[in-house]
């Protein structure tokens, strides 16, 4: 898990603030690069708190891994709208695509919260 934490960090900032060097890395065309940010978002996300916060409590409700991953998410794909790296002819489904992740985002803020986890030391 500590392997899987360190890799994916690496692996998702590069994904997340660098999709470019990414490219060039690999020796590909930066096609697209607004999907490479959404990945590296997933990965931070899932993977690296996922990770973290299953080593601090390996019994932690993952509400709040969900949240966070579609926040990076959904700003990853902010940022790529505003700096014009999608190549989509349909810009409105990709606005539409962002406006959806910042909803489902939102919509995912309740399992986030501390009142949503259930307590084995609670008494009844």
């Known amino acids: 898990m500590v392997l899987n934490l360190w890799a994916s960090l ?5 994904l997340i603030l ?4 990414f490219c060039e890395i690999l020796q590909a065309d930066a096609i697209n690069t607004a999907w490479l ?6 990965l931070l996300g ?6 973290w916060l299953w080593l601090s409590n390996p019994g932690l409700d993952m509400g709040r891994v969900q949240t ?3 926040g990076l998410e959904a700003a990853a794909m902010g940022v790529s709208l ?15 695509s962002v406006l959806l ?15 949503s986890y259930n307590s084995n030391t609670d008494s009844s």
């Not at 660098?18 to 060097?21: F, I, Q, S």
């Not at 505003?82 to 539409?96: C, P, R, S, Y």
Request: glycine share 12%; net charge negative.
């Open 37 to 42: 940010r959404t990945i590296g978002a997933a």
């Open 82 to 96: 505003l700096l014009g790296e999608f190549t989509a002819d349909n810009i409105w489904m990709v606005q539409a």
């Open 46 to 51: 899932t993977n690296v708190l996922g990770s």
């Open 68 to 70: 966070t991953t579609a």
């Open 18 to 21: 660098a999709p470019d060097l």
């Open 101 to 115: 992740a910042l909803i489902v985002t939102i919509g995912l803020l309740p399992t986030a919260m501390g009142k």
């Open 10 to 14: 690496a692996y998702g900032l590069v």
